[in-house]
T-cell receptor, first 112, second 113 residues
Framework: GENVEQHPSTLSVQEGDSAVIKCTYS??????FPWYKQELGKRPQLIID?????GEKKDQRIAVTLNKTAKHFSLHITETQPEDSAVYFCAARPDSWGKLQFGAGTQVVVTP | DGGITQSPKYLFRKEGQNVTLSCEQN?????MYWYRQDPGQGLRLIYY???????QKGDIAEGYSVSREKKESFPLTVTSAQKNPTAFYLCASSEQKNTGELFFGEGSRLTVL
């Protein structure tokens, strides 16, 4: 089955700096790669996603890049703000519907 | 207000007891899922269901059971056979025909005393 590895497990950044989280996946059939953000005490929510026919996608301060050949994808957060502090999960979908395989998560702490 | 409702939010159980976690959605989604969240291990899939009266084991189904008698409901039973049941449990749902974005409930925290 699909295996998703996520690094780093924790990330501390100064407000205004950039943050990068990297994930690798094992199943070359995976075609959908979402990122979920979970703030403390709250439910995970989708923040951005990318399909395998696209190399990069941006939404304001966040962007995701995908390298299908190397089987890795990354989340980039620019101009970080305190409200970006949360746990971020990457995921990969090996089937044609919604079942996802999640990475272990990255705790991002943005310090003022 | 559409969404997914999980209950109870907190639950304590003695060893050897079964406990059932409730998950209800009014999003008219076909698919529903149960994930277990432990520190440093991400979200691990316990069971999932694509349609009513059908469900499949996920990666860590041992010691758990589910039912899907109604489209909007997907309860999870944590049985006494689950060796390490203390965890945070998240229910989710998705449409089958689109990207498959998961919509999560607020979770249930189970503590075994």
């Amino acid at each position: 089955g699909e295996n998703v590895e996520q690094h780093p497990s924790t990330l501390s950044v100064q407000e205004g700096d950039s943050a990068v989280i990297k994930c690798t996946y094992s199943d070359s059939a995976s075609n959908y790669f979402p990122w979920y953000k979970q703030e403390l005490g709250k439910r995970p929510q989708l923040i951005i996603d990318i399909r395998s026919n696209v190399g990069e996608k941006k939404d304001q301060r966040i962007a995701v890049t995908l390298n299908k050949t190397a089987k890795h994808f990354s989340l980039h957060i620019t101009e970080t703000q305190p409200e970006d502090s949360a746990v971020y999960f990457c995921a990969a979908r090996p089937d044609s519907w919604g079942k996802l395989q999640f990475g272990a998560g990255t705790q991002v702490v943005v310090t003022p | 207000d559409g969404g997914i409702t999980q209950s109870p939010k907190y639950l304590f159980r003695k060893e050897g007891q079964n406990v059932t976690l409730s998950c209800e959605q009014n999003l008219n989604h076909d698919a529903m899922y149960w994930y277990r969240q432990d520190p440093g291990q991400g979200l691990r899939l316990i069971y999932y269901s694509q349609i009513v009266n059908d469900f499949q084991k996920g990666d860590i189904a041992e010691g758990y059971s589910v039912s899907r008698e109604k489209k909007e409901s997907f309860p999870l039973t944590v049985t006494s056979a689950q060796k390490n049941p203390t965890a945070f449990y998240l229910c989710a749902s998705s449409e089958q025909k689109n990207t498959g974005e998961l919509f999560f409930g607020e979770g249930s925290r189970l503590t075994v005393l």
